[in-house]
């Protein structure tokens, strides 16, 4: 089992910036791929970020290409999220998932392991 526990959420006003990270434990060998994910009250879960375990290849959803950035650490078994130019549309608990596949995803389902998640506040 993987265990993720997310920190750096919090309230910021509209074009500030926020850095999460999600710090892995446990087996933390079957943490390959890797993701953000975010859900806002009343909508589902969707895609925020991905990255594969060599930090090599990326994919981010296309409302915050340019603005976000997602990285890892594998020596710290970390990942991270940073966010700047935060909109009040980012407003959402954001997820960290873990998957043992190494390939990039942006489905839910995909992934086997999640944190509890970590609440991010972007007043106008």
């Known amino acids: 089992q993987v265990q993720l526990v997310e920190s750096g959420g919090g309230l910021v006003q509209t074009g500030g910036s926020l850095r999460l990270s999600c710090a892995a434990s446990?087996?933390?060998?079957?943490?390959?791929?890797m993701g953000w994910f975010r859900q806002s009250p009343g909508k589902e879960r969707e895609f925020v970020a991905t990255?594969?375990?060599?930090?090599?290849?990326?994919l981010y959803l296309d409302s915050v290409k340019g603005r976000f950035t997602i990285s890892r650490d594998n020596i710290k078994h970390t990942l991270y999220l940073q966010m700047d130019s935060l909109k009040p549309e980012d407003t959402a608990v954001y997820f960290c998932?873990?998957?043992?596949?190494?390939?990039?995803?942006?489905?839910?389902?995909?992934?086997?392991?999640w944190g509890q998640g970590t609440q991010v506040t972007v007043s106008s």
């Open positions: 998932a873990a998957r043992r596949d190494v390939a990039l995803s942006h489905t839910i389902r995909e992934y086997d392991y």
């Open positions: 446990g087996r933390t060998s079957l943490s390959n791929g």
């Open positions: 990255i594969t375990w060599s930090g090599g290849s990326t």
